[in-house]
C-alpha cells in the first residue's frame, strides 16, 4: 500500500513527476502512473506523441497496452492511502478521482480548475500549488 498516488494528464508527466519525487524526498510512499510510457513501443516519443499514438488506436476496449495501464493504475488507486490531483487533468483523472471518492480514500487537489463545477467538492483538501501542498505534509 502506497500512501500516496498522484493522478493528473500524462501530458503533464513533468510536473507530476516532479511532485512525486518531492513527496518520496519526504519518506513517504507514492505511485506515479507516468513512471510507465504511454505507449510503450515508442517510449522515446514526447509525452505528448505517446498519447497520441495511444489515442489513435482504433479498438482501445480490446487493445491490451490500454487493459494494462487501466490494471495497474486501478490498482495502485485502490492500494494508496491518499489521491493527489495535480491539475491539468483530463477525463480519465477525473474519473479515477470519482473512483477513489467511491472508496472513501482522502482527496487532494491541486492547482486551479478551469471551471468552477461543483463536485470538486469531492476533495478533502485543495492547494493552488505542489509547493503549498509540500509544506503541509
Known amino acids: 500500500m502506497a500512501d500516496y498516488m498522484v493522478i493528473g494528464k500524462y501530458r503533464n508527466r513533468e510536473n507530476v513527476q516532479r511532485l512525486v519525487r518531492a513527496i518520496r524526498a519526504k519518506g513517504f510512499t507514492c505511485y506515479d502512473f507516468s513512471e510507465k510510457p504511454a505507449h510503450p513501443?515508442?517510449?522515446h516519443l514526447s509525452p505528448e506523441e505517446q498519447m497520441k499514438r495511444l489515442?489513435?488506436?482504433p479498438d482501445f476496449l480490446?487493445?491490451?497496452?490500454?487493459?494494462?495501464?487501466?490494471?495497474?493504475?486501478?490498482?495502485?488507486?485502490?492500494g494508496a492511502?491518499?489521491?493527489?490531483?495535480?491539475?491539468?487533468?483530463?477525463?480519465?483523472?477525473?474519473?479515477e478521482?470519482?473512483?477513489?471518492?467511491?472508496?472513501?480514500?482522502?482527496?487532494?487537489?491541486?492547482?486551479?480548475?478551469?471551471?468552477?463545477?461543483?463536485?470538486y467538492y469531492i476533495f478533502n483538501e485543495y492547494y493552488k500549488t505542489p509547493e503549498d501542498f509540500l509544506r503541509l505534509i
Not at 492511502?81 to 474519473?95: D, Y
Not at 478521482?97 to 463536485?119: C, D, M, Q, V, Y
Request: proline fraction near 8%; glycine fraction near 8%; avoid cysteine.
Open 62 to 78: 480490446n487493445d491490451p497496452v490500454h487493459e494494462n495501464h487501466f490494471k495497474k493504475d486501478l490498482e495502485a488507486l485502490q
Open 55 to 57: 489515442e489513435s488506436h
Open 81 to 95: 492511502k491518499t489521491i493527489v490531483f495535480l491539475l491539468p487533468g483530463g477525463n480519465s483523472s477525473h474519473m
Open 97 to 119: 478521482a470519482g473512483i477513489a471518492f467511491g472508496l472513501k480514500k482522502k482527496l487532494i487537489l491541486i492547482g486551479e480548475p478551469e471551471k468552477p463545477e461543483t463536485l
Open 41 to 43: 513501443e515508442v517510449p
